[in-house]
């Protein structure tokens, strides 16, 4: 079941982003979520959980105030999503937290700017990872390289992103997503899956299957990267989200 995340907050309006130390984000709010950082467990509407796993795999690096504009925005975005997925549902009497309903337009597609190339970025990342998680399970190493390592991954995918030379790629692409790697391969398992196939941002906020099987999936990742022997990357610094 999907639960918790965390403690809430003085200012009832707005999420805030906290980093207690190198290994975990606090998300703070006066409400409900769905997470669990360790921290006080509440309760929360699905498309908040949703926003903060979105904002966190897109903006890892970003600072509290950052944070929690883009998840005031992508919880924006839910909301009409699901208003023009489910012509209703609008019309229905709801609890929603107005922040959301009356935020500005021009504020979320300020935030959300970036947001696509981000979560493209993040898949990238996660695709370059993929071959370490295997090489972690089964010994062998992707077809197509001779030896494992981040710049031999990033050649595999250099078609992909529009760089000529692979030190683009680990600079660009994969040393931002560091902090989310687990989450960023747990992306691709969810898009293997034949029932799943394509994930779009609206599932990523509003399909609690969805948000719940990409969370199992990067808390196993965790596991499985501290046992690489060729990704050389320390669990601790690893953003990590759980389910209760």
């Known amino acids: 079941m999907l639960a918790p995340i965390l403690n809430t907050s003085q200012n009832s309006s707005r999420w805030a982003f906290g980093?207690?130390?190198?290994?975990?984000?606090?998300?703070?709010?006066?409400?409900e979520t769905w997470l669990q950082d360790g921290?006080?467990?509440?309760?929360?509407?699905?498309?908040?959980?949703?926003?903060?796993?979105?904002?966190?795999?897109?903006y890892p690096d970003e600072s509290e105030e950052t944070l929690g504009e883009v998840h005031a925005s992508l919880c924006a975005y839910a909301l009409k999503?699901?208003?023009?997925?489910?012509?209703?549902w609008d019309i229905r009497p709801?609890?929603?937290?107005?922040?959301?309903?009356?935020?500005?337009?021009?504020?979320?597609?300020?935030?959300?700017?970036?947001?696509?190339?981000?979560?493209?970025?993040?898949s990238v990342a996660g695709r370059m990872a993929s071959g370490f998680l295997k090489e972690a399970v089964?010994?062998?190493?992707?077809?197509?390289?001779?030896r494992l390592?981040?710049?031999?991954?990033?050649?595999?995918?250099l078609g992909d992103v529009g760089y000529t030379e692979p030190e683009n790629v680990e600079t660009r692409i994969w040393r931002p997503s560091l902090p989310v790697i687990h989450l960023a391969s747990a992306l691709q398992v969810l898009l293997a899956q034949p029932e799943i196939?394509?994930?779009?941002?609206?599932?990523?906020?509003?399909?609690?299957?969805?948000i719940e099987l990409l969370i199992r999936a990067a808390e196993h990742h965790e596991t499985i990267i501290a046992q690489s022997r060729c990704l050389r990357l320390d669990p601790n610094s690893l953003i990590r989200l759980r389910l209760a």
Not at 19 to 31: D, E, H, T, W
Request: glycine share 4%.
């Open 81 to 88: 999503a699901k208003s023009a997925m489910e012509p209703d």
């Open 94 to 122: 709801l609890p929603i937290k107005p922040i959301y309903a009356l935020r500005p337009q021009r504020d979320t597609n300020r935030y959300l700017r970036t947001l696509e190339r981000r979560l493209r970025d993040r």
């Open 138 to 146: 089964t010994g062998q190493v992707p077809a197509g390289i001779d």
């Open 197 to 210: 196939g394509q994930v779009h941002l609206e599932p990523l906020l509003l399909d609690r299957d969805v």
């Open 19 to 31: 980093q207690p130390n190198a290994s975990r984000r606090r998300l703070s709010c006066q409400g």
């Open 39 to 58: 921290s006080t467990s509440i309760r929360s509407r699905f498309y908040e959980a949703g926003a903060v796993v979105v904002a966190l795999l897109a």
């Open 149 to 157: 390592s981040v710049n031999q991954m990033a050649q595999l995918v």
